[in-house]
């Protein structure tokens, strides 16, 4: 399916209207598999899987075509416009709020619902600045909290060995710790 996937968006490259909506649609369950373990069952209504996902294909696909190069490029972008959507739900739903308490948050595998918006939005800021220093490791935190990927799935994406995604995975939490603290 990966070969599929290049030739879609290689057409869509190359002019081809139908080519990224084929693209998706081939993406689809696994995006909405990858949603689905981001947000917690019964957790804010307003944000569910389908919701995520529809919105990061507005994200990807309404500015017309986005030259997406490869399965990886694409998860790439598609990790991106999730977390953008995520933090702007949190910021939405701190607005209805008023504010509230600053909170330490630790970042694991767990649901980006368990988090409460303020901690979303210090966790973005804290991976803008990740991001100015380190790119690959932040593009890590992106796919593998906020899209959620495996190990073995980022394995095959990212073209690294697991021992050494493992590392920079430790090393980007631990950025993220000190900066968020």
Known sequence: MTGDITQWLNAAREGDPQ??????ELLYAELRRLAASR??????????????VHETYLRLFSGGALPLESRQHFFAAAAQAMRW?????ARH???E????GLVRVELNESLVDDLAPQQVLELDQALERLARASPDKARLVE???FAGL???ELVALLGRSERSLKRDWASARAALHAMME
């Open 150 to 152: 495996e190990f073995p």
């Open 143 to 145: 796919l593998r909290f």
């Open 93 to 95: 739903r701190l607005a």
């Open 97 to 100: 709020r008023h504010g509230g």
């Open 19 to 24: 080519a990224l909506a084929r693209a998706f």
């Open 85 to 89: 959507i995520i933090v702007d739900h």
């Open 39 to 52: 947000l917690a069952p019964g957790g804010d209504a307003t944000l569910s899987p389908t919701v995520l």
